[in-house]
């Protein structure tokens, strides 16, 4: 099942930009990002890229936009499976120690006998 990276809730430091539309607007691009497959994000950098009509100065920054919005999108998938990898190593190591705590307790029940 594939997390909801859209539920964030912005921590305010102020308006530090003085553009409040620029932030709403901004607020909904990033959940639309989030909401792509990387695949498309990468497209996305292609398309922006070869974008006719446009200043390479301003193809620039919808490149780089773009690519902000990819790297975000790894770094919370890595961060997804690496708390999946901690709690599957949690399992593991519960189930080791009861593995070695009935190992002894049948070492001590046939040295009895």
Not at 18 to 23: L, T
Not at 27 to 32: A, F, K, S, V
Not at 91 to 101: C, D, N, P
Request: aromatic share 6%.
């Amino acid at each position: 099942m594939e997390p909801d990276y859209t539920i964030w809730e912005r921590k305010d430091f102020g308006d530090q930009f003085g553009v409040p539309q620029a932030r709403e607007k901004a607020t909904i691009e990033t959940n639309q990002d989030l909401q792509k497959p990387i695949q498309q994000l990468l497209c996305d950098v292609h398309e922006q890229a070869q974008q006719p009509g446009v200043t390479p100065e301003n193809r620039q920054i919808f490149v780089t936009v773009r690519m902000m919005s990819m790297l975000a999108r790894v770094g919370l998938e890595h961060e997804r499976v690496s708390k999946k990898l901690v709690t599957l190593t949690t399992w593991l190591i519960i189930l080791t120690i009861a593995i070695v705590v009935l190992t002894l307790f049948l070492i001590l029940q046939a040295s009895r006998h």
